[in-house]
């Protein structure tokens, strides 16, 4: 039973890797969508995604709660207390940070069209956008290993490396998408100025340039 279940934990643990890297590089690329109606599309198909990601995730999740259930602790040890956490906290983080961000792009651009405004841009550009589906490819990836690796009783200073190598990584991509968001940044403020040194936009407060009343 054991080796059932490790081979649909397993299994299902690289389709998730595989969905949410996909995840990832579609949300990078909407922000390449040029207009309203195709980020609309675009936001459609994420969802849906995201949506494969969760059925993915609750089969591995359903893979060690079975283990838990029929098994000895040393058989799902690690998995209750590593491999559900690498998925199933950057999963949440999804569902609470980007899950929301897209369904206000959608019902933004669900009656507009043209170009995307600077709100839709500004969304697009912040890094809870695209980390969650990073982290979760991530999460599942190490999983992945940590369970090929694993003896049984599990070993906990065996399973540090992999461990340290998904903060190394996880570091490596926040600082990443810093350096990404500085362009985007800049775009933000010089738009902010050219709006603010707009004669439309500014009030004429000089005494000299005030009408004087005429006597």
Known sequence: MYSYLAIIEMGFSLVLFLSAWLAARQALRLRRSGTAERLHRKTRKLLLRTGL?????????????????????RFWEDRLTLNMPLIGAPL??????????????????????????????????????????????????????ITVISP??????????????YVVVM??????HDRRLTPIREWLRSRHEEDAADPANLQLTDPESEPRPRY
């Open 53 to 73: 990601m969760t059925v993915t995730a609750f089969i591995v999740f359903g893979a060690v709660i079975a283990m838990v259930s029929a098994l000895p602790s």
């Open 92 to 145: 949440l983080a999804v569902w609470f940070t980007t899950v929301p961000m897209l369904w206000t792009l959608r019902k933004q651009t669900e009656r507009t069209g043209g170009v995307l405004d600077r709100s839709a841009i500004q969304q697009l550009g912040s890094r809870l956008f695209v980390l969650p589906y990073q982290a979760t490819a991530l999460g599942a990836a190490t999983s992945f290993y």
């Open 152 to 165: 049984i009783p599990y070993d906990k200073l065996k399973l540090s490396a992999p461990l340290m190598v």
């Open 171 to 176: 570091i490596g991509l926040w600082l990443h």
